[in-house]
Every structure is written in C-alpha cells, then in structure tokens.
C-alpha cells in the first residue's frame, strides 16, 4: 500500500512529496524543496531514500536536491532532458533573478520521458507521463491511482503560460489530455495547493 506525505515548502509555498510503501524500507521524494523536514521524516521513519523524481526545474521545486544528495550520495534522479538542462543553469531554473542563485551539484541524472516506467518498490512503478505548457521540461508522474502534477494542473489555479519556455496552447492540452486519460477518483497531487480527486476538477471545468 502507498503512502503520500507532502511538505509545504517555504520558497512560493510549493510541494514536495515523500512516497513511501507497506512493508518496504524505502523512500521516494518528488520535487524536494525545503530538506530539513524531509531529511527529519526519513530518519524518524527509519526510511532509506532511493530515488528523486523532478515534475519540473523550476527553482522551487529542486532546491533541497543537493542536501538529500549528500545525505544519500547513492540516490539516482529522473528528471526529462529539459529539466536536467534546468538543474545546472540558474536562469532556466529561475533562480538567478533571486537572491540565492542554484545549481544542482548531483551529477546522477537519469533522463527518462514518455511512455517509460521506473520501479520504486515491488512491482510498483512511477508511469512518465509528458505534460508540456507550464514550462517545456514538464513531465506528471503516476503511482497506482495517484497523479503528480507539478505545476501542469494545480486545482484553482490557472497553469502560469508566461514564461519564456511556455506553452499556453500545450498546457490546456496537457491537462485535457489528464481529464480524458485517467480515472476521476485518480487523485492530483499538485505542486501547490492541495491534493484532490479529479472528478471535482472535472467537474469545475
């Protein structure tokens, strides 16, 4: 059985997730921001943390990589090639125009892209799903009946489209394609604001 935990991070108030299984040591993190808090659960959980999956670059949601990288040097990240690009450049992450430029100091990527599966426990796995528009290295990650969007589909928000690498003609197909695709009691976990079951968005269409 699949557990969520979700912080809220302190820099634009984004989320990160810990994903973790019954009967299984191990751990996943998506968009980790803020690494205390994280790094805390994991030792208070005794979980072990394999892997990091990125919906997206943008600083918000990468910045607490390096710190869960020196604490678990092993761990491997999935990320598309857009955002791979993202991690080392501080102007296509978006933070060079703060005041705490970063780059991402792990150098174990691993580009993966739709329709590609990556295994996090026993015979579950994290579904790639491409979801363009809010930025051009999107990508949703489903587990089971869970759907993480970053920043593609956040319930009472419209996608942001007005960034240089943004798509509002990609987004809004992005997330009709997430209406039409997956089950309406598929739960979004978004990369802000609360998680909610599709069919209430469907339904505020």
Do not use: C, Q
């Given at each position: 059985?699949?557990?969520?935990?979700?912080?809220?991070?302190?820099?634009?108030?984004?989320?990160?997730?810990?994903?973790?299984?019954?009967?299984?040591?191990?751990?996943?993190?998506?968009?980790?921001?803020?690494?205390?808090?994280?790094?805390?659960?994991?030792?208070?959980?005794?979980?072990?943390?394999?892997?990091?999956?990125?919906?997206?670059?943008?600083?918000?949601?990468?910045?607490?990589i390096n710190d869960l990288c020196d604490n678990f040097p092993e761990i491997k990240i999935y990320a598309s090639k857009q955002a791979r690009e993202g991690m080392f450049s501080a102007k296509l992450n978006s933070s060079f125009y703060t005041e705490t430029p970063f780059v991402v100091k792990c150098n174990n990527i691993k580009i993966v892209d739709e329709p590609d599966q990556i295994l996090l426990s026993h015979n579950i796995y994290a579904n790639v799903i491409s979801t363009p528009g809010h930025n051009n290295d999107c990508l949703s990650f489903e587990i089971e009946n869970n759907l993480f969007t970053g920043d593609a589909l956040i319930p009472g928000i419209k996608v942001h489209t007005k960034s240089k690498y943004s798509n509002k003609s990609l987004a809004f197909n992005s997330i009709q394609r997430i209406f039409k695709q997956f089950n309406e009691n598929t739960i979004i976990w978004p990369g802000h604001e609360n998680e909610c079951e599709l069919k209430y968005l469907i339904a505020e269409k």
């Open positions: 059985m699949l557990k969520v935990i979700r912080f809220v991070n302190s820099i634009f108030t984004s989320n990160s997730f810990i994903v973790v299984f019954e009967g299984d040591n191990s751990a996943w993190v998506i968009d980790p921001g803020d690494s205390i808090p994280i790094l805390l659960w994991l030792k208070n959980s005794n979980k072990k943390l394999i892997g990091i999956l990125i919906t997206h670059a943008h600083f918000d949601h990468i910045y607490g």
